[in-house]
């Protein structure tokens, strides 16, 4: 899927949501559980109640990493559901890959090619030749860590050196790398006061954003600093929404909480 793609989907749904597939067996509904497949029935049903509210999907691939060749096989039909029924959505491998050339290759290959994902989450620290391996794939996005969500993001991401955030080091190097046309960045919606800076630096690359809602990221502030132009941002919301009952009725739960944010966004885009 190309950018612009991208943008024509958020001005059709109104939203720049995207969902976060991260399925935990001990938290879905337990009637799920007696199914063949459960993970799959699981994501399937999330999909069905959301996907006219959402503009991309992001599963974490630890969460079927975690059960083994069944929840990859999960992983792997659900994201053939997602390009056979809805291929006008953005998917994201949530895999934060990163390791030198041939192997980042072997990597891009299985999320790309085999997997068929739009995009995968790549970790800088190896730099150059761990990330564009993932560059060179055409019509394919590679979206890089830059300040993450997390509280741990404070031990290396805001050091200086040479008087300069490493998060802003990785964003200006990162931008002279082959095709950094495909390169997206993550930076985590608890660190919204950021990115006025960070817009200084990528003008209008789109940003991938967590830490909405359960991790306390204020979406007003994001819009705010981060918006482009083109909105050039992908607001992810996963436990706030997948998870928003354990009932049998946590499709329409979840639908619900997904159209709480979309409602707030179209507000965002119409002003």
């Not at 999330?46 to 974490?60: F, M, S």
């Amino acid at each position: 899927m190309t950018t612009t793609q991208l943008i024509a989907q958020i001005h059709k749904k109104k939203s720049f949501l995207c969902i976060g597939l991260d399925v935990d067996l001990q938290k879905i509904p337990t009637h799920l559980l007696e199914m063949e497949d459960p993970i799959f029935e699981f994501n399937k049903a999330i999909i069905d109640a959301t996907h006219h509210l959402a503009v991309a999907y992001k599963p974490n691939t630890a969460f079927y990493e975690a059960y083994g060749i069944k929840g990859w096989q999960a992983l792997e039909k659900t994201i053939q559901y997602l390009n056979t029924n809805h291929p006008e959505i953005f998917t994201i491998a949530d895999a934060k890959r990163g390791d030198i050339g041939n192997t980042s290759t072997m990597y891009a290959k299985a999320f790309f090619d085999d997997l068929a994902f739009d995009s995968v989450t790549v970790a800088p620290y190896m730099g150059k030749d761990s990330v564009e391996p993932f560059l060179a794939f055409e019509g394919k996005h590679t979206i890089l860590l830059a300040l993450t969500s997390n509280q741990g993001a404070f031990d290396f991401q805001t050091k200086t050196i040479d008087n300069k955030e490493v998060y802003k080091h990785v964003l200006e190097t990162s931008k002279n790398w082959q095709n950094s046309q495909n390169l997206m960045y993550v930076v985590g919606a608890t660190k919204a006061s950021f990115l006025g800076e960070i817009r200084e630096i990528i003008p209008e690359s789109f940003l991938l954003v967590p830490g909405v809602g359960a991790q306390g990221g204020n979406l007003q502030d994001v819009c705010k600093y981060g918006m482009t132009k083109d909105v050039g941002l992908l607001i992810n919301s996963s436990r706030g929404i997948i998870y928003a009952s354990n009932q049998e009725d946590f499709a329409s739960a979840a639908a619900k909480n997904a159209k709480d944010l979309q409602t707030q966004m179209a507000e965002i885009l119409t002003k």
